[in-house]
């Protein structure tokens, strides 16, 4: 069955270090997201990313992080100058169609993000 | 108000004990709604659909109900497998075609 697989699965970074969360979606996937989940807290929508440009992005997601799609396979989440409260796990997600039309989502197993 | 609420938990049941999950959301033009099962540190799964009509898929049924904007999970003869956290999730055309996750209720079945 296909996936979505995410690299690095855990990374530990220095406060102010910039951090860079790599993705490859299910390959005949055109959706693309980027959730982020808290410890112990509930999953939360970062980004939506369609057609090579950013469709929607949360309040969270200010000018510290940016997306990208370098090319054909992978979807990335930069994170520039971490801050502790950055400390989370990162889902990519990926959907053939626009999530709200009720189109299934998938998840990668996400990034487990520490920063020190 | 939250936009997803769901009952707090956590819920301790035996094996074989039929557990019900509820779930309110704030937004009236939602238009799609689901159930993802979390285990521990791991990625949401799609457990299910929850349609108007109600469905049901094995051990497990889902009712929604618009008027009161109420989303609920009905399993029956739980597993020890069933431990997880259990997430009502809802989106909409108006939501910009993200998810919206609850807090998740945490579900442990004991043998």
């Known amino acids: 069955e296909p996936e979505v697989t995410q690299t690095p699965s855990h990374q530990v970074t220095q406060m102010g270090q910039e951090v860079i969360l790599r993705c490859v979606p299910i390959s005949n996937h055109l959706y693309f997201y980027w959730y982020r989940q808290i410890l112990g807290q509930k999953v939360e929508f970062l980004v939506s990313f369609y057609n090579n440009e950013i469709s929607e992005k949360s309040e969270i997601f200010d000018d510290q992080f940016s997306v990208e799609r370098p090319d054909g396979s992978n979807f990335t989440l930069k994170i520039r100058s971490t801050k502790l409260e950055d400390s989370a796990m990162y889902f990519c997600?990926?959907?053939?169609?626009?999530?709200?039309?009720?189109?299934?989502?998938?998840f990668g197993e996400g990034s487990w993000l520490t920063v020190v | 108000r939250k936009e997803v609420e769901q009952d707090p938990g956590p819920f301790n049941v035996p094996e074989g004990a039929t557990v019900a999950f509820n779930c309110t959301y704030s937004?009236?033009?939602?238009?799609?709604f689901f159930w993802y099962r979390q285990d521990c540190r791991k990625e949401p799964k799609l457990l299910m659909s929850v349609y108007s009509s109600g469905n049901e898929d094995g051990r497990f049924t889902a009712q929604l109900n618009r008027a009161s904007q109420y989303i609920s999970l009905l399993i029956r003869d739980s597993k020890l497998s069933d431990s997880a956290t259990y997430l009502c999730?809802?989106?909409?055309?108006?939501?910009?075609?993200?998810?919206?996750f609850g807090q998740g209720t945490e579900l442990s079945v004991k043998p």
């Open positions: 937004n009236s033009a939602s238009q799609s």
């Open positions: 997600a990926s959907s053939p169609h626009r999530a709200s039309s009720g189109n299934t989502i998938y």
């Open positions: 999730v809802v989106t909409g055309y108006n939501q910009g075609g993200k998810l919206i």
